[in-house]
């Protein structure tokens, strides 16, 4: 009997088995039933990625339903799964398609759908998700989105959350054309009143494996990184270190304990990487066992030298774990923590998750209040990556093939200089209070992001150096879909290329309303892999050879530092000496003042030459909040006789 129906359901659905088994039978129990599909999959007679709904009438399985529910669960009563053994993991296929189904089952069945619904949980949920924006603001939600100085990444959050929560879906225009926050909440509660959604409720529910997916291939970026790393065995281009002083009474054995815990919950640590040879393909799977060997020094004469000398270190890709952690102590009190980890299994978005979580984990273990079982990440990394890899773009590569049609790579002509290896190099600054908050002026003004205000002037700074008017940057997203995948480690991003024509004949206010439009239509269309994009636009490509951009523009956000009792934490030093392209301008905004700096290859630019680009920088800011209704010629112009004076 269920062999029958699972052949029926995969004749009727060809790509991936998406199946709802209502039992209505009541000669088939939820114990035979799973019993049989155990047999079944032991057999391989069908996919072990089956997508399964079940929804018994006799209550023998109790199933959990709402139209936001995308995460894979098991909803097994305790009394069948204690007689079963070891269960497969099930999961719900698309909410949308399952939704049709099982409202038109309710029709059936004389089941008032409404009955079912309890809207009312998802007020508090939004509250908190406009709480969140608010968060170390001076503001409330009568204040619009960009007059409280959010970001770009502040709003996806804020989308992703929505729809996570309550199956609203907002855009980003929605977000940054709202008069305000409190109308903007207020148009949510409204759509989520006239969203049908259903739920049956469970008393037991059996939680699911911490990994569904036993192994799986890498996403694009991962496949880019690693073939990169192959090829290139000694490069440390793509290790990202970082390096905290923690200074206050902390226990060592503790926050050793502590990483042992954030490393288990977050599977993306134990990452390791195989080959297929037959087909050449590249493959990531999850280890139970790990060794964390953190490497614990007493004192350093020069610890400047030696962190160089580890920002070079090469990190195999053959053999887990691909990190690499050391504690300085410089005395009792005194302490530098150092992180060497690959790009493959993260990324700037990690980094506050990591230290939230060693932060909680620590605190956990010092009170005894740390409950591992509820601690440790209930979503998988591995089917993430899987939905990233499921994602159909192609609308998206026609709206990037007629972005980028004609774009020709514009090349900031290089200092003579000798080549020399590892040459990568970071030149600090910063913005003075004053300027930073006449920037974030300018943004709320004219409704814009921060990210807005100093990308048009990165666009009037290449227009500059390139004597150009068509420049583009490149910038890197997240491609992180959802609210739930916001707490997970793992490299989810992606490259963007922002185009735009700097012509001289316009005001700068008007090349910032253009860039606001420009910026926010190419994130809505930031999922087509950059390899992809540039096999559809017939592009040649190497490492050093961007058919796009030669320069990178960055807002990261602050790091949300390590949170111990009496330990007061912070970052030891500035940047790093890797240079991933020949100019990367990264910046953010941390106790009131925008700071960051140049990374660039010294193989192409001097530090002489990067200093005056540091000083064009400031200048072009400085002259965009003195006269925003000025021409960019005008601006340039004045740019000259300021250099001369």
Request: charge should be neutral; hydrophobic fraction near 40%.
């Amino acid at each position: 009997m269920v062999s029958k129906l699972l052949e029926i359901a995969q004749k009727k659905h060809c790509s991936r088995v998406k199946i709802l088994f209502i039992a209505n039978d009541k000669n088939i129990s939820a114990h035979n039933f799973l019993e049989s599909l155990c047999s079944l999959r032991i057999a391989k007679k069908i996919d072990p990625n089956t997508y399964l709904l079940l929804i018994d009438k006799n209550k023998d399985i109790k199933t959990l339903f709402r139209k936001t529910i995308t995460k894979p669960d098991s909803l097994i009563n305790e009394k069948n799964s204690t007689n079963t053994g070891k269960l497969p993991s099930f999961c719900i296929s698309h909410p949308v398609y399952v939704y049709k189904i099982f409202e038109n089952y309710c029709k059936k069945e004389g089941i008032n759908v409404n009955t079912l619904c309890n809207q009312s949980n998802c007020i508090p949920i939004v509250d908190q998700l406009f709480q969140n924006i608010l968060a170390d603001q001076n503001n409330n939600l009568k204040a619009s989105f960009h007059s409280i100085g959010a970001s770009s990444l502040d709003a996806l959050r804020l989308i992703h959350g929505i729809f996570d929560e309550t199956g609203v879906e907002l855009t980003l225009d929605d977000v940054y054309s709202s008069t305000s926050l409190l109308q903007l909440k207020q148009q949510v509660l409204a759509a989520v009143a006239n969203i049908q959604t259903a739920m049956l409720k469970t008393e037991n529910l059996l939680l699911p494996p911490s990994q569904h997916i036993s192994s799986q291939i890498l996403s694009s970026v991962q496949d880019a990184l690693y073939k990169y790393q192959v090829a290139n065995p000694q490069s440390s281009i793509y290790t990202m270190p970082m390096s905290i002083r923690l200074q206050g009474e902390l226990d060592l054995n503790l926050f050793v304990k502590a990483l042992g815990i954030v490393i288990r919950s977050h599977p993306a640590l134990r990452i390791q990487f195989f080959e297929d040879k037959n087909t050449d393909t590249y493959y990531q799977s999850i280890t139970e066992d790990i060794d964390l060997n953190v490497s614990l020094i007493q004192g350093c004469n020069d610890i400047e030298h030696h962190i160089d000398q580890l920002e070079q270190t090469c990190i195999s890709i053959n053999e887990a774990p691909l990190f690499r952690i050391q504690l300085i102590s410089l005395n009792k009190t005194d302490h530098i923590f150092i992180l060497l980890i690959h790009h493959l299994l993260f990324d700037g978005w990690s980094y506050n998750i990591f230290f939230k979580d060693l932060s909680t984990a620590y605190r956990g273990l010092q009170d005894s209040t740390l409950s591992q079982s509820s601690y440790f990440k209930r979503i998988s990394y591995l089917d993430t990556v899987n939905d990233t890899l499921s994602f159909d773009y192609s609308k998206q590569i026609l709206f990037w093939r007629k972005k980028l049609d004609g774009l020709k790579l514009a090349l900031i002509p290089a200092d003579d200089l000798s080549k020399q290896e590892g040459m990568g190099r970071y030149q600090h600054f910063e913005l003075s209070s004053h300027l930073t908050k006449e920037l974030e002026c300018i943004a709320a003004r004219f409704n814009t992001t921060l990210f807005t205000v100093l990308g048009t002037a990165y666009d009037i700074f290449l227009h500059y150096q390139t004597n150009t008017p068509d420049v583009a940057f490149g910038t890197i997203v997240t491609t992180r879909n959802t609210h739930k995948q916001a707490s997970i480690i793992g490299c989810f991003i992606n490259a963007l290329v922002l185009r735009t024509y700097v012509s001289e004949k316009l005001n700068i206010v008007d090349l910032l309303k253009a860039n606001q439009k420009n910026y926010t239509d190419c994130l809505q269309n930031r999922q087509v892999p950059f390899g992809d994009l540039i096999e559809a636009m017939d592009n040649a490509y190497s490492e050093h050879n961007n058919p796009f951009y030669h320069a990178m523009f960055m807002m990261q956000e602050p790091i949300v530092h390590i949170n111990i009792p009496g330990v007061k934490a912070s970052k030891y030093r500035e940047g790093y000496n890797i240079a991933r392209s020949d100019i990367i301008l990264e910046l953010q905004k941390e106790s009131r003042k925008i700071h960051g700096g140049f990374y660039f290859n010294h193989n192409y630019f001097s530090t002489t030459r990067i200093n005056n680009f540091v000083k064009e920088y400031i200048l072009i800011c400085h002259e965009i909040t003195q006269n925003v209704e000025q021409s960019v010629a005008q601006l340039l112009l004045h740019i000259h006789s300021l250099k001369k004076e």
